[in-house]
């Protein structure tokens, strides 16, 4: 397929939006051809099925590295209680928070899971996202994190979009193990890892570092067996206080360490270090009413490249929206239009270990989407509003 009379925002690199006033697009199956000016398109594409964008802006395809989409039930009434005066921890603390969700998702059938999954991911599609990373974690037990983890892989079968999945094992000790973190990281968390792996049903493997889950002893165990398992890790990390869970998702050559509201300058230089990408969920700012930002300038001063994500979840962030996400990140954390769709495509790629997607470049998958706006600011500009004309994944409109 070739694509013509489009204005193209490649992201070629990560300095400019990289536009191409005419440009065309050769397509070859599920993956980009050619890239480049419409009067420089080389004469063997020439017979290609050409489908006219109208001038319209095309952007690499959306990417969300960092949500929670299967989860049982809701958390509507932790969010009233939050609204007259509980914190996150204090409901936590209290028996809400997580470990509801997990009473709720432990419920529930893998068919509900997935229907229930499938009404957020749409929401996602809608607005041009091809690639989602989904977490385990409200499970807790071995046979319900292995039903979260079945029922993201499902989500590829059920909808045009593709799926890398994370063990969050480590994300909230269950009710059974109150007090004794250590023994639930041992007896179920590591073995359900193994068990999960085996069933070729994990990606990459995640933690939640703080005081209200898991300190940096706890994480590091579980760290170790990904590395055994052969699998990147990714870490929660300086969500709510600094614990130092950035250092340490750093030494172990982390994907990302997300969150990082907390993360300090010398956090911010061992993620450059380690090129550990920093992924930065302002939803999750948004809903806890937090009031430390993260350290942006930090991240920019020492080269660390920031994705954003929804961090989809029910307690902390019930965002589904990608491009509601980018205006936060502007307008909450100041990062530029540009470092918002970067975050979004390419560092989000990187996010979850690739290196060539996210770009509008040759031999990078075609995933496009396809914009009603004039400038690639206004993605980031606009509010509550959905611009997206068409989305291509793996080649097809
Ligand atoms: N941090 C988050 O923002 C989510 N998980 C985590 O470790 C919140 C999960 C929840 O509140 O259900
Ligand atoms: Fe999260």
Redesign the pocket.
């Known amino acids: 397929m070739l694509l013509t009379n489009a204005k193209l925002v490649t992201l070629k690199t990560d300095e400019e939006f990289g536009f191409i006033a005419d440009g065309a697009i050769v397509l070859d199956g599920e993956h980009i051809a050619w890239v480049g000016e419409a009067s420089e398109l080389p004469k063997t594409y020439g017979d290609q099925k050409i489908h006219n964008l109208g001038g319209r802006l095309v952007t690499p395809a959306l990417i969300d590295c960092h949500t929670?989409v299967v989860?049982g039930g809701n958390?509507a009434v932790e969010f009233e209680l939050r609204l007259k005066g509980a914190s996150?921890e204090e409901v936590?603390k209290a028996g809400g928070?997580?470990v509801s969700?997990v009473t709720a998702t432990r419920a529930a059938s893998e068919d509900a899971l997935l229907t229930d999954a499938l009404t957020r991911v749409d929401a996602m599609i809608a607005e041009g996202v091809t690639f989602i990373e989904v977490?385990s974690?409200?499970g807790l037990d071995c046979e319900t994190e292995l039903k979260m983890l079945r029922v993201a892989r499902q989500i590829a079968n059920a909808r045009p979009i593709e799926v890398r999945t994370s063990f969050?094992g480590a994300?909230?000790v269950p009710s059974e193990y109150i007090g004794d973190a250590d023994a639930y990281i041992d007896d179920v968390c590591i073995p359900t890892l193994r068990v999960a792996h085996a069933e070729g049903l994990v990606d990459a493997v995640d933690g939640?570092c703080?005081g209200i889950?898991f300190d940096t002893a706890q994480i590091a165990r579980v760290f170790v067996v990904a590395k055994e398992l052969g699998l990147p890790v990714k870490l929660?990390s300086e969500?709510l206080s600094n614990i130092g869970g950035t250092k340490l998702a750093a030494k172990y050559g982390a994907l990302s360490a997300?969150?990082v509201e907390y993360a300090t300058n010398s956090d911010a230089k061992a993620l450059a270090v380690a090129g550990t990408v920093a992924v930065v969920?302002p939803g999750?700012y948004y809903t806890?009413r937090e009031c430390q930002a993260p350290p942006i300038q930090a991240f920019r001063d020492h080269g660390v490249r920031m994705a954003l994500a929804t961090?989809c979840?029910?307690?902390?962030?019930p965002l589904t929206s990608a491009l509601l996400t980018m205006n936060m990140a502007c307008t909450l954390f100041r990062m530029t239009p540009l470092e918002a769709l970067l975050g979004m495509t390419a560092h989000a790629a990187r996010a979850l270990g690739e290196l060539n997607r996210g770009r509008i470049i040759a031999d990078a998958p075609a995933d496009l989407c396809v914009w009603d706006v004039e400038h690639p600011a206004e993605l980031s500009y606009r509010i509550g509003f959905n611009p997206l004309h068409s989305r291509i994944f793996k080649g097809t409109l």
């Not at 979840?313 to 962030?317: E, Q, T, W």
């Open positions: 929670h989860f958390r996150y936590a928070g997580i969700t977490k974690g409200y969050l994300h909230a939640f703080e889950a929660h969500q997300d969150h969920l999750a806890l961090d979840n029910p307690g902390s962030s």
